[in-house]
């Protein structure tokens, strides 16, 4: 495409050479493919099928029949509680032992800030902090449960409100 005047002349790339891009188009082009006539008529596009097998996100790769939280040892990190425990009593030990090992940290740096002894307390702080972080995943089906419940529990008691508004004001 050529243009007027003193401006630059640009081309439109040959077809094979035009990037295909994996993701949908953008919103813009969607939404008018949505309109009411077009559902009520069936018209509207289906959505796209979940996505299945292996994909990378981040540049991490990951795989849709992984477990959600994936467990400690399939990662590479130890364990630091047992398989079997209370999770609160393990969270609260394991906060305490972060003080504990950030104390000795200070306490070697204050010291020998060259100490090799310096990175192995900053590995020790590293596994402590994923033990908890992987601690604190493992509550997450419960938070979304519970979040749900009130969710519901709320719009339960607006349509109760809404009912004996309706019902008084057809007294």
Not at 58 to 65: M, N, V
Not at 76 to 82: D, N, S, T
Request: hydrophobic letters at 35%.
């Amino acid at each position: 495409i050529c243009s007027r005047g003193d401006m630059a002349t640009s081309t439109v790339p040959a077809p094979e050479e035009q990037s295909v891009s994996s993701f949908p188009n953008p919103p813009g082009l969607l939404y008018k493919l949505y309109t009411d006539e077009n559902v009520r008529a069936g018209l509207a596009p289906k959505p796209p099928p979940p996505a299945k097998g292996s994909y990378h996100m981040y540049g991490a790769p990951f795989d849709t029949e992984d477990a959600m939280i994936r467990s400690l040892e399939d990662q590479g990190i130890q364990r630091l509680y047992p398989q079997n425990h209370d999770k609160r009593a393990e969270l609260k030990k394991l906060n305490r032992s972060i003080l504990v090992c950030f104390l000795e940290l200070l306490d070697v740096l204050i010291n020998n800030p060259a100490s090799p002894a310096r990175n192995q307390k900053i590995a020790d702080l590293r596994i402590l902090f994923i033990n908890m972080h992987h601690l604190i995943n493992e509550f997450r089906p419960h938070q979304a449960r519970e979040t749900l419940r009130v969710i519901m529990e709320r719009q339960k008691k607006q349509r109760e409100d809404m009912i004996t508004q309706v019902q008084r004001a057809t007294e």
